[in-house]
């Protein structure tokens, strides 16, 4: 089956950029989705379709997808960024089509 | 406002079976399928299937396809996702998340545990 592969942790200082990445064969032709998880709740999708914003996730976040890396790009990072994120696509051509990638922790210094 | 409320925390013993119900409110519970995904502790997240509210056709992970079973309830627009034979690798929490190709709405979580 399909295997995403995400950075285990990135640090970046407030206020600072953080890109965090997703690596996957030919990913760049697959829908990417990015869930943020803060320590004890549940995921909350932040972008979806590469780089769709759900209502009420700050434009702050935002997505890109081409080749073989989608990236999460989180601007003006604020410490209540600071959470797990995953990566996931639909390969609808696998008998195993929901793929997640191994998630990244954001830690804001 | 669109919900999804899990059913409560459970503690079974190897070889047992458990039943976590999901139940759906705030939108048209057969305009959209629900997925169940599930998170050991300190791990990541992990796919377990899907149902389609419409027609109760399903699409279960490879990994626990000869264990699990999801069922969808319409008149009670609740989903449930049965899990059998359950080992100590099966301690986790379990979500219910609205869609298939994407996940944008997602229960709180029902804790799992499996302990002799």
């Known amino acids: 089956s399909y295997v995403l592969t995400q950075p285990p942790s990135v640090s970046v200082a407030p206020g600072q950029t953080a890109a965090i990445t997703c690596g996957g064969n030919n990913i760049g032709s697959q829908s990417v989705h990015w869930y943020q998880q803060k320590p004890g709740q549940a995921p909350v999708m932040v972008v979806y379709?590469?780089?769709d914003r759900p209502s009420g996730i700050p434009e702050r976040f935002s997505g890109s997808n081409s080749g073989n890396t989608a990236t999460l790009t989180i601007n003006r990072v604020e410490v209540g960024d600071e959470a797990d994120y995953y990566c996931?696509?639909?390969?609808?051509?696998?008998?195993?089509?929901?793929?997640f990638g191994g998630g990244t922790k954001l830690t804001v210094l | 406002q669109v919900q999804l409320v899990q059913s409560g925390a459970e503690v079974k013993k190897p070889g047992a079976s458990v039943k976590v119900s999901c139940k759906a409110s705030g939108y048209t519970f057969t305009s959209f399928g629900l997925s169940w995904v599930r998170q050991a502790p300190g791990q990541g997240l992990e796919w377990m299937g899907y149902i389609s509210t419409n027609d109760g056709s399903t699409k279960y992970a490879q990994n626990v396809r000869d264990r699990v079973t999801m069922t969808t309830d319409t008149f009670a627009t609740t989903v449930y996702m049965e899990l059998k034979s359950l080992r100590f690798d099966d301690t986790a929490v379990y979500y219910c998340a609205r869609g298939y190709w994407y996940f944008d709405v997602w229960g709180r979580g029902t804790r799992v545990t499996v302990s002799s």
């Open positions: 379709d590469d780089y």
């Open positions: 996931q696509i639909w390969d609808s051509s696998s008998d195993h089509p929901g793929v």
